[in-house]
């Protein structure tokens, strides 16, 4: 994959993005941003929110789109596809041109992603790294 600076804004990185990848970004930016009161911003190269510490993760990839949770592992209930990995309580959902999420679906686990948040804290200083 081709290294790129990373966009300047979280608008210019959904974009820069075409197809499938820019339609499936731009419902789950909504949904997010309509589940609850976050902070967007461009770090680590996508979108990433927070609201006591990181919740949340977009990344748009070649052939994918990542919508990943730092206390996922916790979301499971609501959506059986996300894959623990990673430090924290990490788990990803891994979309595909062929794989679909719904907003609705988006928005319950951003909402409950900020609950634990104001629940537990920051995930990055509350949980021990595996």
């Not at 976050?38 to 006591?52: C, M, N, Q, S, T």
């Not at 990803?92 to 629940?119: P, S």
Request: net charge positive; glycine share 6%; proline share 6%.
């Amino acid at each position: 994959m081709k290294k790129t600076p990373p966009a300047a804004s979280p608008d210019s990185y959904v974009s820069a993005l075409r197809g499938w990848r820019r339609d499936c970004v731009e419902m789950l930016r909504a949904a997010v941003r309509s589940a609850a009161t976050l902070d967007e911003a461009i770090k680590w190269g996508h979108l990433v929110y927070f609201a006591r510490g990181p919740v949340l993760l977009i990344r748009a990839e070649e052939e994918r789109v990542l919508f990943g949770f730092w206390r996922g592992q916790r979301l499971r209930l609501i959506e059986p596809r996300l894959k623990p990995g990673g430090k924290f309580e990490m788990a990803t959902l891994e979309i595909t041109k062929g794989t679909t999420i719904d907003a609705f679906t988006a928005r319950r686990l951003a909402a409950k992603a900020v609950q634990l948040n104001k629940t537990l804290g920051d995930p990055t200083k509350a949980a021990v790294p595996t």
